[in-house]
């Protein structure tokens, strides 16, 4: 795959829910690949449909009536939409990290994401300005959930992935539209908090949330039909999470800890104890740019483990710096809540690259805590 380009998209919207349906429909039109993941061939029971739209209009109020205006306008049965059969897509894997207040250079809260995958990959930016919604900014999945994203109140909520080798089950939200949920309902750490604590998630992975106010959590989510487990990390200085559990309470669910996971999550761990008090918006650039393990950018896109986006939100001054592709410093660019309402496709380069010791890299690791996995770094 070397030296490959891959294309990202940037949607705006705004308008009614309806509205920005149809305007994804035009989106998919001049987008083949787009169209190619998000329709499917066969068409889903109908009852099941009907269940999996009561869910979304409880818990993400609107999102049915984009769905519907992307299905009228292209004249698809609902039916046959991916954002309805949401267990044949694979998650990706990510670092997520939080410096909060007390260890920041300015007193800001500091958000870092990368986000990692193949390229076969939805790689859509929106920005969003929904009728009665807070606007976000965020990159889709399945075009109405989202894998990340901060809201116009300063709500920032990203994810890690927790579902390699055991996958969730049952009924429930999947990850991508709990965080859309969350996006638009909520505005304060105390806000999300609550609604995760009273939606049915299907989803086995690490939810980063953060708000203007200085707040953060880590809730971590496992779900195995009736077996359902959320558990938050707080700290007073900075979070970390990268592909596995990290809560003791959680530790009987975290049956897939990889070695690069942990590699990830010590390298980050350990930048922060050292840099207390200096952080800042470049020291966050800093980590996304490196290559693992010195930071947690992977150039192993073969291996389902590239880093096709990195983000760094400010929560205390509501703004967010994007880098489509491996982060370098060239490349960030500061996205809008106001951009004009314009999509437009971005090229960037992606070269492939393997672990120099594999067996060692993808090594299965037992459940524990990171400092018996230190002895396996």
């Known amino acids: 795959m070397s030296n490959q380009f891959v294309s990202f998209s940037k949607f705006v919207s705004e308008g009614s829910h309806y509205e920005i349906g149809t305007k994804l429909a035009h989106t998919l039109r001049n987008n083949p690949e787009l169209m190619r993941i998000n329709i499917q061939g066969d068409c889903m029971d109908s009852f099941l449909l009907k269940k999996k739209q009561i869910l979304l209009d409880e818990f993400c109020p609107g999102v049915n009536e984009e769905i519907i205006g992307l299905s009228d306008s292209l004249k698809i049965p609902l039916g046959k939409l991916a954002v309805f059969a949401d267990d044949v897509i694979e998650a990706g894997a990510c670092s997520q990290f939080a410096a909060l207040p007390s260890i920041t250079s300015d007193g800001h809260t500091l958000i870092g994401r ?94 980063l949330i953060a708000d203007t106010y200085g707040n953060a959590t880590i809730a971590e989510t496992a779900s195995f039909g009736d077996d359902r487990k959320i558990s938050f990390r707080n700290s007073e200085d900075f979070l970390v999470a990268t592909n596995h559990y990290e809560s003791n309470e959680m530790l009987p669910y975290d049956n897939n800890r990889r070695r690069h996971s942990v590699i990830r999550y010590n390298t980050i761990k350990d930048y922060f104890s050292k840099k207390k008090g200096s952080i800042s918006v470049e020291s966050i650039k800093t980590i996304l740019e490196e290559k693992v393990p010195k930071g947690v950018c992977c150039p192993f896109y073969e291996d389902c483990l590239g880093t096709l986006h990195s983000m760094v939100f400010d929560t205390t001054e509501i703004s967010v710096q994007v880098c489509f592709g491996a982060a370098s410093p060239q490349k960030w660019e500061k996205i809008s809540f106001n951009s004009p309402c314009e999509n437009s496709k971005i090229q960037v380069p992606i070269n492939n690259e393997f672990p120099q010791n594999p067996t060692t890299f993808w090594e299965h690791l037992n459940p524990g805590s990171m400092e018996q996995n230190r002895l396996h770094r």
């Not at 990159?139 to 300063?154: A, K, M, P, V, Y």
């Not at 080798?165 to 999300?192: I, Y």
Request: a negative charge; aromatic letters at 12%; hydrophobic letters at 40%.
């Open 114 to 207: 990368s986000y990692e995958f193949s390229t076969e990959d939805e790689m859509c930016l929106c920005v969003t300005r929904a009728d009665g919604k807070p606007a976000h900014i965020g990159f889709s999945l399945l075009l109405f959930g989202r894998f990340d994203g901060i809201n116009e109140h300063g709500l920032t909520v990203s994810m890690s992935s927790c579902e390699f080798g055991q996958r969730p089950f049952g009924e429930g939200l999947w990850f991508p539209f709990v965080l859309r949920s969350l996006l638009d309902n909520c505005s304060s750490v105390e806000d999300a908090i609550y609604l995760l604590k009273n939606m049915p998630i299907r989803s086995n992975v690490n939810l």
